[in-house]
């Protein structure tokens, strides 16, 4: 294997020596060697249902044995379907195999539907590993660069990238006709949380309808703290809602939802590709399959629901104030971010309001440092960019473990005389 691992994000994530892992179990995670620790990463949230939740083994276990994949629909993908369309007012569905791809689709039916073909993004966005949207604004003003080696140089020519919550760096770039769709989470979380300012998101819409572009709300995170995301909890009017990572319930799932313009507008495009005719470029062979819609309606219905969301919220409200309690006791001048079931630490006094100021709330040693301290006690954190999160199998217990460890690591601070 290229560096040792699968996938090269095993060797990205965790610089030195990668655990090896044998199981996991509810929250918990062992490896190879017999090591228990107790995970708050939950696989940078795809793991949210917590490992091996018992319905959707059932679900999977069941299905699994009558057939993964039929290259044709089942009841599931219409229950799941279903279930979306409840809690996020979307009426038409389509399901992918990521929030990657189901991204990718997105701006492709953008695309389709505008004639246009530019992406407009914000900084400090991450919304999967497809070309268009890993760019960012370049040292020289107005200029954009690809973020990563191997993709194509024209890259930069179809995707704009301004600063969060700044409307008229957004309007500026509309008023050009270029712009196919806006793609942006609800609230950003790549870099820690930066909330929308009062009244972002409703002068976006307005604006996305006045220039005629698309607007992708993108709740692949932030379903996870929410029942429906911010589209059910603030009652966002988007064209396309993409999903993935927890949807699935721990097996690998996208879906996106689109509204009922342009869901129609997109059904009726359908033609049979003869005489020249062409559909839009969606699908894929293991897309919508008869496993992981099993897998979906199964977290959705047992363990994705209003009662679940409401247990996790309050795990997540007790690690907030305790981490919240035990700086201010050792008077150390940051701040803890609050996101549904996320939580952590941006080393500032006051939150950032786009993505420049939130990189300048992260000390990527710091967060390293956390990450070693917490293993060698048993707590799997490692994702630097997020802090500790809770997921459905998470108990109070848990949350106690953790604030008694993350108190420890202040205190290592203080002796260490580390001020960051």
């Known amino acids: ?120 993004l914000f900084d400090g966005k991450y919304h999967g590993h497809i070309d268009e949207v890993l760019v960012s604004p370049s040292d020289e003003p107005g200029k954009m660069m690809a973020e990563q080696l191997g993709l194509p140089k024209k890259v930069v020519e179809g995707t704009v990238v301004v600063p969060f919550n700044d ?15 806006i793609l942006t989470e609800p ?86 590709e003869t005489d020249g005719k062409q559909n839009i470029g969606l699908g894929g062979t293991f897309y919508g399959n008869a496993l992981n819609t099993a897998a979906s309606r199964a977290a959705l219905e047992h363990v994705l629901n209003e009662d679940g969301y409401r247990r996790v919220q309050r795990l997540a409200s007790k690690l907030a104030d305790g981490m919240e309690e035990a700086i201010r006791k050792r008077d150390y001048p940051w701040t803890v971010f609050r996101l549904g079931n996320r939580t952590g630490i941006c080393l500032n006094k006051a939150l950032p309001k786009n993505g420049a100021e939130s990189s300048k709330c992260i000390d990527r040693f710091f967060n390293l440092a956390i990450r070693a301290f917490m293993a060698n006690r048993g707590i799997w954190e490692p994702i630097f960019l997020h802090g500790p999160s809770i997921s459905f199998a998470h108990e109070d217990k848990d949350v106690d473990t953790y604030l008694d460890a993350f108190s420890d690591l202040l205190d290592a601070f203080q002796t260490m005389r580390i001020d960051v």
């Not at 979380?189 to 819409?205: C, S």
């Not at 603030?234 to 949807?247: A, R, T, Y």
Request: hydrophobic letters at 40%; charged letters at 20%.
């Open 1 to 120: 294997m290229l560096w040792g691992v699968p996938s090269s994000w095993m060797a990205a994530f965790y610089p030195g020596t990668e655990m090896f892992i044998e199981k996991g179990e509810g929250c918990h995670l062992t490896d190879v060697d017999g090591n228990r620790f107790l995970d708050m990463s939950q696989c940078d949230l795809s793991m949210v249902c917590g490992f091996g939740p018992k319905a959707v083994a059932e679900a999977v276990s069941e299905q699994f044995n009558k057939g993964s994949h039929y290259l044709l629909p089942t009841k599931n993908a219409i229950a799941t379907s279903k279930l979306l369309a409840e809690r996020f007012f979307m009426p038409f569905w389509q399901f992918t195999l990521s929030a990657s791809t189901a991204n990718a689709e997105a701006i492709r039916i953008s695309r389709f539907a505008t004639g246009r073909d530019k992406v407009l």
């Open 187 to 272: 609230v950003m979380t790549n870099l820690g949380v930066v909330y929308p300012e009062e009244g972002f998101h409703q002068k976006l819409r307005e604006l996305t309808k006045r220039y005629g572009t698309l607007l992708i709300i993108d709740e692949t995170h932030t379903q996870a703290g929410y029942f429906g995301g911010f589209t059910n909890l603030w009652g966002l009017e988007p064209d396309i809602l993409s999903l993935g990572k927890c949807v699935g319930g721990g097996v690998p799932f996208g879906a996106y939802g689109l509204s009922q313009e342009l869901g129609e507008k997109v059904d009726a495009s359908r033609v049979v």
């Open 167 to 181: 409307l008229d760096a957004v309007e500026k770039e509309l008023k050009t006709g270029e712009i196919a769709c």
